[in-house]
């Protein structure tokens, strides 16, 4: 089973144990039942507001859905999305819709924009849990020891404790969503 089959699994478990039926589960979230039953059937392309919505409404966490780990990470999770397909991403997609709030926690998505630099990024730490996705052009993610190459799509979450900093990996600009949970 691949990364994405996995996510629709724990879509999937989340809803049953919590004795929703599809149509019930996507009429709250205001979604299309034939759309909600293609995220659990196969994972893809779904929204991050969504799964910030399940994880709300089922008290989970963000990462244990993404990941299928406990919501503290060690280290850090990749997703790759591929191909470079946007997902998460359409006209009328506004990022005040992932505003989350989870417990007494409000996690709150950030637009950054990176101007082409060849200078290295500057590290730094912070207490909480981040997760970034790239919505144009290249970016490097540093974070420790370790560089990631990511592109337009893919996604990383990780423990900020960790020295982190990102920075452009292109000619032209780029652009990332950031949402830190303190």
Do not use: W
């Amino acid at each position: 089973m691949d990364e994405y089959n996995e996510i629709g699994a724990r879509l999937r478990e989340l809803r049953e144990a919590s004795d929703y039926s599809i149509e019930q589960l996507a009429s709250e979230l205001g979604i299309a039942p034939d759309v909600y039953a293609s995220y659990e059937e196969n994972g893809k392309d779904v929204p991050i507001s969504v799964i910030y919505q399940i994880a709300n409404k089922f008290k989970v966490d963000f990462a244990e859905i993404v990941t299928g780990q406990l919501a503290h990470l060690d280290t850090y999770h990749v997703i790759r999305r591929g191909g470079g397909k946007v997902v998460n991403r359409n006209p009328e997609y506004h990022f005040e819709d992932l505003a989350y709030r989870y417990t007494n926690k409000i996690m709150q998505p950030l637009l950054v924009t990176l101007e082409p630099d060849d200078a290295p990024a500057k590290l730094i730490t912070h207490t909480g849990q981040e997760f970034n996705l790239i919505l144009e052009g290249t970016v490097i993610v540093t974070l420790g020891d370790k560089e990631f190459v990511m592109t337009e799509g893919d996604s990383i979450y990780f423990n900020p404790t960790i020295p982190h900093g990102q920075r452009c990996g292109g000619e032209t600009k780029a652009r990332f969503l950031t949402v830190i949970a303190e």
